[in-house]
Structures are given as C-alpha cells and as structure tokens.
C-alpha cells in the first residue's frame, strides 16, 4: 500500500504561481514513477506531468514550460511548480504513485485560478 497527501492548492490569479507537494508513505521502495493529474469540472481526468525514479519527465502540451515537476531523492515526495497560470488550469489536481501493477492516488487538491 502506498498513501499520498496533497498539499499546495488554492485560488491564485491569473499569471500567478502555486507550488502543489504531495508526500508519500508506505511502500515507498517499490515506487517507479509519481505524477501529477487534473480534472476541471465536466472533463475527462488528464495528465499533466509525471517523473520516473530515473529523472524521466513527461508534460502535458499546454503546461510545457510553465510547470515544472520534480521529485526528491529519496522516493517519497513529488512537487509540481506552477508559473504563469491560466484560468483554464482551474481544475482538482491529483497525485499518483505506480509500483508495479497498481497505481495509487492522492485525495485531491482544487487549483483556481480567477481573478
């Protein structure tokens, strides 16, 4: 089993910036790959970005370099830095954690971002 917490979300005004932190305990070893999803209201959950324990990134086109993810050494946290914010960002943000098979998720964290 793996627990994630989310932490960071809240209202920001459009071209601000958030910083989204989830941290994660139990089976932490097993963890190859942490990343960050969204869903807005009415819409299909989506990838935003994703790290591998190797450094490895992936972004959603329309984040590409205006969020940055990354991830500590030691495998159990996973940090998603948001610039440049559109209110079309405005959605819930999940974490995720893969071990082999299986895929955990985070509670959720709402991101708005209205002016």
């Known amino acids: 089993q793996v627990q994630l917490v989310e932490s960071g979300g809240g209202l920001v005004q459009p071209g601000g910036s958030l910083r989204l932190s989830c941290i994660a305990a139990g089976r932490i070893f097993s963890i190859y790959n942490m990343g960050w999803y969204r869903q807005a209201p009415g819409k299909q959950r989506e990838l935003v970005a994703s790290i591998t324990t190797g450094n490895s990134t992936n972004y959603l086109d329309s984040v590409r370099g205006r969020f940055t993810i990354s991830g500590s050494n030691a495998k159990n946290m996973v940090y998603l830095q948001m610039n440049s914010l559109k209110r079309e960002d405005t959605a819930v943000y999940y974490c995720?954690?893969?071990?082999?098979?299986?895929?955990?998720w985070g509670q959720g964290t709402q991101v708005t971002v209205s002016s």
């Open positions: 995720h954690a893969d071990v082999p098979a299986e895929r955990y």
